[in-house]
């Protein structure tokens, strides 16, 4: 088995998070009036019930995190295992170089309560407004409240869950 290892205070650990896999991987997307970007996430949780919200994590340099910290708002995608080409694509590549819906061949539908886009091809979409967020390491943790939730009724495609470096898998949830 191959091991990654880093340097954690002062001692060489591996890479502690790939022990908290497999992960749920979704698509968060973030929007000005002239430009809208998806990331492929797999660090997100509910982290409350009343009031509903839930924390991404993004990587601080992120072009999606930008788009999020200057409209305020984001919409998580819950993608199905037919979007998996989709989602390695926006998890691969810069929205600073491509427009990853066209790339991705994805659409975007108008939400109810943001002005960022919902994704058309996902079994649901959260819409969010952020409540906050503050830098953790070479991340920025976002603290979104759930404003509408749309959730596809045709069938339960197999969700999309991560094994880390790029590993895939569709799971079946009821």
């Not at 990331?39 to 949780?45: L, Q, R, Y």
């Not at 407004?129 to 920025?140: E, I, M, P, Q, R």
Request: proline residues 4%.
């Amino acid at each position: 088995m191959e091991e990654e290892f880093k340097f954690i205070r002062g001692k060489l650990m591996p890479m502690f998070y790939h022990l908290l896999y497999p992960r749920q991987t979704v698509l968060v997307v973030g929007a000005t009036k002239e430009k809208s970007n998806l990331s492929a996430v797999a660090w997100i949780t509910p982290v409350s019930a009343k009031p509903p919200l839930l924390v991404i994590s993004l990587n601080k340099n992120s072009t999606t995190l930008d788009l999020i910290c200057t409209s305020m708002e984001f919409v998580v995608a819950i993608v199905g295992e037919k979007m998996k080409d989709a989602v390695l694509l926006c998890g691969t590549t810069s929205g600073k170089y491509i427009d990853k819906f066209s790339e991705a061949k994805l659409a975007q539908v108008k939400a109810k309560q943001v002005s960022v886009p919902l994704v058309l091809e996902a079994a649901a979409n959260i819409e969010c407004k952020v409540l906050n967020y503050s830098t953790a390491g070479d991340h920025v943790i976002v603290t979104g409240e759930v404003l509408e939730v749309h959730e596809k009724k045709n069938g339960k495609e197999p969700v999309l869950f991560t094994k880390g470096k790029k590993k895939l898998f569709g799971l079946a949830v009821d």
